[in-house]
C-alpha cells in the first residue's frame, strides 16, 4: 500500500518523480523513527490555504505549508500536508532559490512536523532547517 499519496486542489502542477519523492518521504519517518501509516499532500493556491488558516487556526496570514496531525493513537503517523504553490513560488524569489528546491524543502518539512519537529522558537527552527537541509542533499545528490 502506498503511503504517500499527491493531490492537487485548485492548481494545476507537475510534480515530477512522485513515485520516487514518495518512496523518499517514507524513508524521512524511516530515518526518524516515526511510523508513518499515511500522508496526504495537498497542493493549492495561496488563497484556499488562507481560508483554511482562517478556518482551523485563527491565523489571518498567508503561509506557504500547514500540517495537520490526524493520527489516531497506536496506529502510526496519519497527515495531511496542505502546501500552497503561489506562497512557494513567491517565497523562492525572495530568498532566491530555485522553485524546485524551496518546494522540496517545504513538502520535506510538513513530514517533518508529523515526525515531531516543531518550528515556534529560534531553537527548534534551527533544528527543523539542519533536517530540512539534510533532506534536501539527499534527496537532490
Known amino acids: 500500500m502506498q503511503k504517500t499519496k499527491f493531490f ?43 481560508s483554511i488558516n482562517r478556518e482551523f487556526l485563527k491565523h489571518d496570514f498567508y503561509t506557504d505549508v500547514i500540517t495537520f ?4 493513537p497506536g496506529k502510526g503517523v496519519e497527515g495531511e500536508v496542505y502546501i500552497s504553490l503561489d506562497r512557494i513560488k513567491e517565497n523562492a524569489k525572495i530568498i532566491g532559490n530555485l522553485f524546485i528546491e524551496e518546494l522540496h524543502r517545504v513538502i520535506f518539512h510538513g513530514a517533518l512536523h508529523l515526525c515531531g519537529y516543531k518550528d515556534k522558537t529560534k531553537g527548534d ?7 530540512e537541509e539534510i533532506y534536501l542533499k539527499l534527496f537532490f545528490h
Not at 17 to 31: G, P
Not at 35 to 42: A, E, M
Not at 125 to 131: A, G, H, N, P, V
Open 8 to 50: 492537487f486542489h485548485d492548481r494545476k502542477f507537475d510534480l515530477k518523480n512522485r513515485r520516487r519523492l514518495a518512496l523518499f518521504i517514507e524513508r524521512i519517518f524511516m530515518n526518524e523513527k516515526t511510523k508513518l501509516n499515511k500522508i496526504s499532500y495537498i497542493f493549492c493556491s495561496d488563497n484556499h490555504l488562507i
Open 125 to 131: 527552527i534551527l533544528k527543523m532547517r539542519d533536517q
Open 69 to 72: 496531525d490526524l493520527s489516531s
